[in-house]
């Protein structure tokens, strides 16, 4: 037995130092390509070491946060704090992930969207996140010559025309939202803003992109309903049913296509992609339909659902809960805004469903409406936005220097940072919707590329219109109806804190400040209280 058992000692302790060696040796050319940009001047987070990278830098300003606060609230604070001049700056993750380049500045992130070697390219990593949003390969994180035709596809679905076809129905899941608040209203009891929303915007996902509702009494179960992202012990059997359910439908649809291929009633977004998928003759009548729908298209058309119902729902919540945060706190441009309503949509909350029933393109007439969006968003972005490093690309940055992205695991723009910034914005942290109305010749006008929270070229967000528009008709129907108050202290009082260390409440002194659950939410879910108004 002694000879076997050295031999196996000898083979893990050789397998041992091979390892060992390739970490290492990794680790080396991780941290290498770091010293080469310092030595060439080039901005380099500080606190770098050997064995570390940057990571225990990182630990260091995300302790100065809020225990659950939003990581690229950090990534922001090393910008604000070393990197003003430069609007960039290397960080070295490895082995976690690997060096990033963080952008902080509208100009030079305006060079990332004008290359065409950078723009379309995602970085590598990416789909290890979405792949249990996604199920597989989706718009988000497709290599270009995938993305490509998708997104031809979704473009169409997503027109102008088919967007305000929608209406109808985004009116209708807000009047089953609207009794929802209202009966919260009657219990005079204070709740979850952002929880609540959550599961009204899965509903109007599930109306404009399916043509189901979720919740319809007696109806299926929701597959959605417990589709929890950091439980990833049940990630596969999610996906499992998430792909069941919207396959079905996808089957259902083109079956309805085959009976009836010249059908006319208001479309699901689902419907158009199968119309677009559907090939045509000259005449631009239908061809003759297989048995069955591709499986290869059926396949992809999953994924890429899955992605807009996760991204469709969950950014468009906790928008909505800023927009009304926001508001509350500041009563002018709360009266500006139900004033523009009452001017352009009526006094009366029945000739408003039936305007925006009847007469849906009306949305595009509420400009102040759009600017409070635009303003809440810019204010709290629910995400960034990351592009591949490529071999052959530098960026300039704000001092001149070029900074080459070989080697870059991600060229990772922080929306939350930019669109904050004091070196590109006035008075950076108020909540003034005038400041996309005013002139260009306006202090408050905009810094060109400044404002990305949809990104900014080829890949920024197809579904921007339709966000845009159901955020309008919530308003329309919600703001002068519904008064929304923060109740922070109420909740911090019912949950005090443990322990003798204080921890800390606030970031930049926002209690609502951003927390990471998909897109970036208000913290504790946004407790509030709603109140009928008396009167419009």
Known sequence: MEGPLRGWSLVTATGLVCLLSYF??????????????????????PGHSF???????????????????????????????YFQQEGCYYFDTWP???ILLVVV???????????PNMSMQRPPLLPRFFKPIAGGPN?????????????????RAFSAENIVSLIPNM???????????????????????????????????????LQIRWHQANGETNPFEYFNLVRKSIHWWNGRQMDKYIGSEL???????QADPNDKRSKAIIDLVLQNHIPHSHDQKPTVLGDGLDPSFRAFATSQIRLFVFAGHDSTSSTICYIFHLLSQTPAALSNLRREHSQVLGAELADVLSLLKSKPNIVNNLPYTTAVIKEALRLFPPGGCSRAGQATVSLRSDSGKQCPTDHVAAVFTIHSELQRSPVYWKRPDEFLPDRWLVKPDHELYPVKGAYRAFEIGPRNCVA??????????????????????????????????????????????????????GAAHPADHYPCRVAVREHW
Not at 105 to 113: D, R, T
Not at 475 to 484: E, G, I, K, N
Not at 491 to 513: C, H, I, M, S
Request: net charge positive; charged share 30%; glycine share 4%.
């Open 51 to 81: 064995l570390f990278g940057h990571l225990l830098f990182f630990k260091k300003a995300l302790d100065k946060l809020p225990p659950n606060a939003h990581y690229q609230n950090a990534l922001g604070d090393i910008a604000r704090q």
């Open 171 to 209: 009116v209708e899941e807000t009047l089953v939202f609207m009794e929802t608040l209202q009966a919260l209203a009657k219990q005079n009891k204070s709740f979850y803003l952002d929880l609540t929303t959550l599961r009204f915007t899965i509903d109007v996902i599930g109306k404009t992109i």
């Open 251 to 257: 089957d259902k649809r083109y079956a309805e296509y």
């Open 96 to 98: 976690v992930s690997g």
């Open 464 to 517: 921007q219109a339709f966000v845009m528009t159901e955020l309008k008709v919530i308003l329309a129907c919600l703001v002068r109806q519904f008064d929304f108050l923060p109740a922070y202290e109420e909740f911090d009082r019912l949950n005090p804190q443990k322990g003798k260390k204080e921890v800390k409440k606030t970031y930049r002194g926002e209690r609502a400040y951003q927390v990471e659950e």
């Open 105 to 115: 500045s509208p100009h030079i992130a305006n060079q990332i969207h004008a290359n």
């Open 24 to 45: 290492f040796i990794k680790l080396y050319d991780a941290r290498r390509l770091i010293w080469e940009r310092q030595k060439l001047g080039l901005p380099v987070a």
């Open 139 to 155: 718009m988000f994180d497709m290599r270009e010559h995938e993305w490509k035709p998708w997104r031809t596809v979704f473009s």
